[in-house]
């Protein structure tokens, strides 16, 4: 179901069943769509997004602890 999302399920699936570098192609997107948002929108564009992955490290750092 995830997969059949416009944009964000084509770069999952290629990420998943693609070349081995497509992971690190998408990592320099997001990290440039990260800047383009700092430098259209200034220091709330470079926080916010740091602010809306705090929930998804918090739950990364309970699954590793888990095991």
Not at 6 to 17: K, Y
Not at 41 to 56: D, Q, S
Request: net charge positive.
């Amino acid at each position: 179901m995830f997969y059949r999302v416009p944009v964000i399920g084509w770069i999952a699936r290629d990420i998943m069943f693609g070349d081995k570098n497509n992971f690190w192609f998408a990592l320099i997107g997001f990290v440039s769509l990260w800047m383009c948002s700092a430098l259209t929108f200034g220091l709330p564009g470079l926080y916010l997004p740091a602010l809306a992955l705090v929930p998804v490290v918090f739950v990364l750092l309970l699954l590793i602890t888990k095991g």
